[in-house]
């Protein structure tokens, strides 16, 4: 079984400091990881994805996730946050092998203050 | 742009009516999905399509019925839905499922709102 928490579902900072979204996973098996974006009234973009290469992952936007697996976590950074990632984010995880779905948590509202 | 295209982006539907929700996707991938997203619930896998074949189907009541009927088109047929089916319905599609590592691409959703 594979389950994503994203702890705090509102996270509020101010233009220009440092975003810190939570992503921890649980996986029985090695996982595949991603982060999402939403912005208002549209799909989910991909940011980033973790498939075992490094374990920092660079994404767009300036955003960067690292991979830690003995605290089975995936937290989502940028330094600087800009008004425009003011959206709603999510982190997924895939088992991989015969699983093939995406289990998504229940995502974090960023609101970025001028 | 994410090369997934829906339609209707909204739509309003009492509970008597039947209505059909539409993906395209442009990308030449095999495998579609739709997401139902709730608020303050987590995406809901409702079914995926790999090469046009059902290979899952999240057990989501039969008021809704999927159909697709090649690897570019998905539809969603809808009716006698309940208010409680209210939502965002995403469709997705991504290459053909492998090892789990595939990037999913979203539409831009449906919002459905049953009176």
């Known amino acids: 079984a594979q389950s994503v928490t994203q702890l705090g579902s509102h996270v509020s900072v101010s233009e220009g400091a440092l975003v810190l979204l939570r992503c921890n996973y649980s996986?029985?098996?090695?996982?595949?990881l991603f982060w999402y974006v939403q912005y208002p009234n549209q799909g989910l973009q991909l940011l980033l994805k973790y498939t075992s290469a490094a374990t920092l992952v660079k994404g767009i936007n300036g955003f960067e996730a690292e991979f830690k697996k003995s605290e089975t976590s995936f937290h989502l950074t940028k330094p600087s946050a800009h008004m425009r990632d003011a959206a709603e984010y999510f982190c997924a995880v895939n088992s991989g092998g015969s699983n093939y779905k995406l289990t998504f948590g229940k995502g974090t509202l960023l609101t970025v203050n001028p | 742009e994410t090369g997934v295209t829906q339609t209707p982006r909204h739509l309003v539907m009492g509970m008597t009516n039947k209505k059909s929700l539409k993906c395209e996707q442009h990308?030449?991938?095999?495998?579609m999905y739709w997401y139902k997203q709730s608020a303050k619930k987590p995406l809901e896998l409702m079914f995926v399509?790999?090469?046009?074949?059902?290979?899952e189907n999240n057990s989501v009541p039969s008021r809704f019925s999927p159909e697709c009927p090649n690897s570019s088109h998905l539809f969603l047929h809808l009716h006698t839905l309940q208010p409680e089916d209210s939502a965002l319905y995403l469709c997705?599609?991504?290459?053909?499922?492998?090892?789990?590592?595939?990037?999913?691409?979203f539409g831009p959703g449906t919002r459905l709102l049953v009176l």
């Open positions: 996986s029985s098996v090695p996982p595949y």
């Open positions: 990308l030449g991938h095999n495998a």
């Open positions: 997705a599609s991504s290459q053909a499922p492998g090892g789990g590592q595939e990037t999913q691409y």
């Open positions: 399509y790999n090469f046009k074949e059902q290979t």
